[in-house]
Nanobody, 123 residues
Framework: VQLQASGGGLVQAGGSLRLSCAASGRTFSSYFMAWFRQAPGKARDFVSAISESGGASYYTGSVKGRFTISRTNANNTVYLQMNNLKPEDTAVYYC?????????????????WGQGTLVTVSS
């Protein structure tokens, strides 16, 4: 499957952005989807994940209550709604897909990656 992330940009602290990740292929609904991010000079970290049906979602602690992951299987798209953005949210955001039905925060469990979209939050 091929993934194309979009929606990044420059926003002031407290603002909002919605990232999208469009997937090719007819088996999107069989993939667990996730968002990771990589801040300048840092390792890539898990942000959020959503189950194949969209019935279960997971977040890293620093974004809970501010970010919401969702998916539309009919459109082969996963979203990350980001509210109350903070300067520390500045990073390149990547979407990723994995087969199987288990939840994972580990990058090496994900089989497919998008190219990344840059989110910059100014203070």
């Amino acid at each position: 499957v091929q993934l194309q992330a979009s929606g990044g940009g420059l926003v002031q602290a407290g603002g909002s952005l919605r990232l999208s990740c469009a997937a090719s292929g007819r088996t999107f609904s069989s993939y667990f989807m996730a968002w990771f991010r990589q801040a300048p000079g840092k390792a890539r970290d898990f942000v959020s994940a959503i189950s194949e049906s969209g019935g279960a979602s997971y977040y890293t602690g620093s974004v809970k209550g501010r970010f919401t992951i969702s998916r539309t299987n009919a459109n082969n798209t996963v979203y990350l709604q980001m509210n109350n953005l903070k300067p520390e949210d500045t990073a390149v955001y990547y979407c990723a897909a994995k087969g199987g039905t288990y939840y994972s925060t580990l990058q090496n469990h994900y089989d497919y990656w998008g190219q990344g979209t840059l989110v910059t939050v100014s203070s």
